[in-house]
């Protein structure tokens, strides 16, 4: 799918790694309708991209609630959106039992609800469009579960099974869905106990830029899927043949995760 004249609806815009994937897309010549929570944080992110020619749009919605899907969805229509990007995403560190209801209501809403509900209200328009795509940014623990991040995870393999099972029904027509898995990501959605943690673990992260490419490839592409990272997407390829080998080889990290998880 081409990128010049695309006109993208991009989740979590105001993150790292959304600035990243909006000043990737606007540079190939996509406008971009952005969605994020904070109405000045998308201003001032409209203002930077606009500066360099890019045209930009923002709508300010939680896409946790009914309303914040609709008020998105709506935009997304009036702007004529033919490529969504799931971005939005959250996470809170600790073992389950460390983990508050309300944290992991958020996480579930944030991460694998509010991407299925929006792709369900606006997959008409997306149907009706001559080319269209739905990109689902998820994780390489949505393939490897992973000690501290048991919400995170199911969240994670949620959102993948939901686009293989979409990209599975929506293949006789003009949309085409994809995931793209990224490793640990160098941006502030890791708090300090989880970059010590990466430290002590011998886990690399890549700059958002890194993720960026790895959307524009898959939109250009019209991949499947796509992770980010070695040896990690060895480990989940691993993980879906062999778990115990990956089972055995995590038990040996845990106390190292349990220590800063108590952090």
Same mark, same amino acid.
């Given at each position: 799918?081409?990128?010049?004249?695309?006109?993208?609806?991009?989740?979590?815009?105001?993150?790292?790694?959304?600035?990243?994937?909006?000043?990737?897309?606007?540079?190939?010549?996509?406008?971009?309708?952005?969605?994020?929570?904070?109405?000045?944080?998308?201003?001032?992110?409209?203002?930077?991209?606009?500066?360099?020619?890019?045209?930009?749009? *923002?709508?300010?919605?939680?896409?946790?609630?009914?309303?914040?899907?609709?008020?998105?969805?709506?935009?997304?229509?009036?702007?004529?959106?033919?490529?969504? *990007?799931?971005?939005?995403?959250?996470?809170?560190?600790?073992?389950?039992?460390?983990?508050?209801?309300?944290?992991?209501?958020?996480?579930?809403?944030?991460?694998?609800?509010?991407?299925?509900?929006?792709?369900?209200?606006?997959?008409?328009?997306?149907?009706?469009?001559?080319?269209?795509?739905?990109?689902?940014?998820?994780?390489?623990?949505?393939?490897?579960?992973?000690?501290?991040?048991?919400?995170?995870?199911?969240?994670?393999?949620?959102?993948?099974?939901?686009?293989?099972?979409?990209?599975?029904?929506?293949?006789?027509?003009?949309?085409?869905?994809?995931?793209?898995?990224?490793?640990?990501?160098?941006?502030?959605?890791?708090?300090?106990?989880?970059?010590?943690?990466?430290?002590?673990?011998?886990n690399r992260a890549d700059p958002p830029e890194a993720v960026a490419a790895a959307v524009e490839r898959a939109i250009i592409g019209e991949r499947r899927e796509t992770y980010l990272g070695q040896p990690e997407g060895f480990f989940a390829?691993?993980?879906?043949?062999?778990?115990g080998v990956v089972d055995g080889a995590l038990r040996k990290k845990l106390a190292i995760i349990k220590r800063h998880a108590a952090a």
């Open positions: 799918m081409q990128l010049e004249g695309a006109r993208v609806l991009l989740t979590g815009a105001t993150g790292g790694i959304g600035l990243a994937i909006a000043e990737r897309l606007a540079a190939h010549g996509a406008s971009l309708l952005l969605t994020a929570r904070g109405e000045d944080s998308l201003q001032r992110a409209a203002a930077t991209l606009a500066a360099r020619g890019a045209t930009v749009e *923002v709508v300010a919605a939680d896409l946790g609630t009914a309303a914040g899907i609709e008020r998105v969805a709506l935009a997304a229509e009036r702007f004529g959106a033919d490529v969504l *990007v799931n971005n939005a995403g959250t996470n809170v560190f600790g073992m389950l039992e460390q983990l508050g209801s309300p944290d992991v209501g958020q996480i579930l809403r944030t991460n694998l609800e509010g991407p299925v509900q929006l792709v369900h209200r606006l997959l008409p328009q997306l149907l009706s469009r001559r080319r269209a795509m739905i990109v689902n940014v998820g994780s390489s623990f949505g393939s490897i579960g992973f000690a501290g991040f048991a919400v995170y995870c199911a969240s994670k393999f949620g959102l993948r099974g939901f686009t293989e099972a979409l990209r599975r029904e929506l293949a006789d027509g003009p949309v085409r869905a994809c995931y793209v898995a990224p490793r640990a990501v160098e941006t502030s959605f890791n708090p300090p106990e989880v970059v010590r943690m990466n430290a002590d673990l011998g390829r691993l993980n879906g043949l062999l778990p």
